[in-house]
Structures are given as C-alpha cells and as structure tokens.
C-alpha cells in the first residue's frame, strides 16, 4: 500500500497552472502579437510607398521621353509659323511655356497648369489641348531653362518635380531633371 500511497501523493501535487500565470502568459502573447503587427504594418506601408514611387517614376520617365523626342526634332523657326517663336530660334519661353515648332511645322507648347503638364498642338489653324501627366501624377514644378549660349548647339534643359494623388503614407517627391539638344546647330 506504501506504493500506492506515494501514486496518490505525486497525483495530487499536480494543481496545474493558476489563474495569475495565465493572465501573465496570455499579456506577454498579447504584446509579442501586437508589436508584430505594427511592424508587419510598417513594412506593407513602406512596400505600398515603393510601389506608388515606381508608377511615378516609370509614368514621368515616359513623359520625358515623349518630350525628349519632340524636342530633339524641333526645327528652326523662319518667324511665318504664327506660333510666336522668333524667326531662327528653335525653343523659345513666353507666359510659363516651351514653344517651338515639331519636325510636322505644328506650334507645340508645354507648360504647367494646375497640377498637370499640359500641351497646346495648334494644326493648320486648330489648336488641341491636352494633358501629358497622368491622372494619379502631380506636377508640383515645372522650370525650362534654355542657356543663351553663342556658337553653340540649341539645347533646353527641363526640370520637373512630381508625387502622387495616391493617399500613401510615405509619399515622396521626385525630382527629375534632364537636357535635351536639338540636331539643328547654329
């Protein structure tokens, strides 16, 4: 019976876990989950952030190289056009715009209007407007800078500074910047 006994004793000892040591327990899953989840929230955040900057930049990077292009093969005005670019000028800022005349003879103009890139195409005696940016880009700056250089190749350099219309957390400006040359030399 002495064995028996001891069974009973080693069976009873066991009470299990107390109320106090749950509640500690279950408050230390708590904080470990809750601080896992605010970084597993700043990394979606900051993955959403990325996202939306890439879509710009990629958006952007088209606009410019549609620009570019245009811009590379304006031709020199003879002052007839009636775009108000003088006559043996290629690029030529007036009123916050970049005029000049496409390889077509079309009036081109690109200026900032509100928070989009806009372009005025004045064919034969019609002029289209329209935008260049896309709808989920703002164009907060838009700066042309053409140097007055003598004997020099006509170039124009463009700056533009974009964000998104998307209500990312960590929105971002970008700021792109890039000169392009005419193949008409002085």
């Given at each position: 019976m002495t064995g028996n006994k001891s069974k009973l004793n080693i069976i009873n000892n066991n009470k299990g876990l107390s109320l106090m040591e749950v509640q500690v327990a279950v408050s230390i899953?708590?904080?470990?989950?809750?601080?896992?989840?605010?970084?597993?929230?700043?990394?979606?955040?900051?993955?959403?952030?990325?996202?939306?900057?890439?879509?710009?930049?990629?958006?952007?990077?088209?606009?410019?190289?549609?620009?570019?292009?245009?811009?590379?093969?304006?031709?020199?005005?003879?002052?007839?056009?009636?775009?108000?670019?003088?006559?043996?000028?290629?690029?030529?800022?007036?009123?916050?715009?970049?005029?000049?005349?496409?390889?077509?003879?079309?009036?081109?103009?690109?200026?900032?209007?509100?928070?989009?890139?806009?372009?005025?195409r004045k064919i034969g005696g019609t002029t289209y407007v329209g935008t260049t940016t896309p709808s989920n880009v703002r164009l907060k700056e838009f700066n042309i800078n053409i140097p007055n250089v003598a004997f020099s190749q006509p170039r124009v350099t463009i700056e533009m500074v974009v964000d998104s219309l998307d209500r990312s957390v960590n929105k971002q400006d970008i700021r792109l910047q890039t000169t392009i040359s005419s193949r008409f030399y002085n």
């Open positions: 899953f708590i904080v470990m989950m809750l601080s896992a989840m605010g970084i597993f929230k700043s990394v979606l955040d900051s993955q959403q952030g990325a996202i939306t900057a890439k879509n710009v930049q990629e958006s952007i990077r088209y606009v410019m190289e549609a620009i570019s292009k245009e811009l590379r093969s304006a031709r020199r005005s003879d002052g007839t056009e009636g775009c108000g670019v003088p006559a043996g000028t290629i690029y030529f800022l007036n009123g916050g715009g970049l005029h000049f005349i496409n390889k077509s003879g079309d009036c081109v103009k690109y200026y900032k209007n509100n928070n989009a890139l806009m372009i005025d």
